[in-house]
């Protein structure tokens, strides 16, 4: 499938945009050469020469001022129209820390062309295009930054810690396996909701050391546990016990993810069919590569877990390529299976469809005996929830085998 972009050619010395001009446009420069040129007393100051490949006019779009330069053409050239909900769409999806710096830089360019042409200042208060508004905008990407870096000493100061939360058989009630869960506990405000800091690490470059530290604390404890039960003469449940861990987009697709999953599973002796990886279904997201490593981690004998079944992007398309184990049913299913039967009707028919492709089904988020007996009547063979226990730690889950 192909797409037509708007194109427009523009003769040798044919001038494209003047400066005090409103911004309706940017353009990516697919032939030919282009000047940006600010005019002084009648003359022209050169500030720039752009060729194929480059875009300009972006300036007005994002900050919403008039151009603060003119652009001719050099030769003849063809410029791609780039509209400006097609750039202003890109800056509000960008990170508050990348609006910022976009803010500040345009800032700086147009006081410098001012400067050159020693025409009227900026005003100090002069607003540029930002989803949260200026000062907010602002004090929000800096509070973002602040808790980047609190959360980067949190984990040199050692302050995380995991916590897990049973996952277990609705028929028999036994626990069968646990979701290792990153907590942290802040010297000073105790317990942090997980809210504030989990989507942090994930899209930072912290989530690969945050990451493999993760990995080898929970198979250290998937081996603590392990003897425990075998010491309490419960070997089968020691042989079964899955501990699943959790994995971001970044972290698997790191080139070093399988090797060193490697090495913490030989270092702790434990065995992969023990393990079980849990991602979302955003992980197909970056396509082949994924899919290689899913491929990897199942011939080696790691169980596959997808998170949040059903609220992410890929649809069905993607179950029949990805080689996994499990499906977890989120909570914002299970929480209305008794009062709403649309929702009732979308839990059975991801089980359904789930046993029909030999996957088995986690249910979470389960706060009432109804709703774990209406699940085992769906066909669902495990759950985790508050009404089994909420996330605890190492020690009190000691205590719950």
Known sequence: MTFETQSVDILKDQIIFTEGDDGDCAYIIEKGRVLIFVTKDKEEIPLNILGEGEIFGEMALIDTHARSASVRALEDVRLAIVTKQQVLERVSTADKVVQLLMRVLLKRLRRKNILVTGGKPLPEDAEFYDLEGGEEGTQSALDQIKLENQIFQAFQN???????????????????????????????????????????IENSSMVIPIGHWIINQALKDLRTIQDQLRLNKKDRMADEFMMSINISGRQFTHSDFISNLEDLREKHDVQTHNIKLEMTERIMMDGAIALDVLNQCRTQGYAISIDDFGTGFSGLQYLTQMPISFLKIDRSFVMKIMSDPKSKAVVSSIIHLAHAMDIEVIAEGIEQNEECLVLETLGARYGQGYLFSKPVDMGRFLKLI
């Open 158 to 200: 050692r302050e995380f810690e995991l916590f897990y939360q049973p996952i277990v058989n609705l028929k028999t009630k036994q626990i069968t396996g646990c979701e290792a869960l990153l907590r942290w506990n802040s010297p000073l405000h105790g317990l942090v909701s997980p809210n504030l800091f989990i989507d942090v």
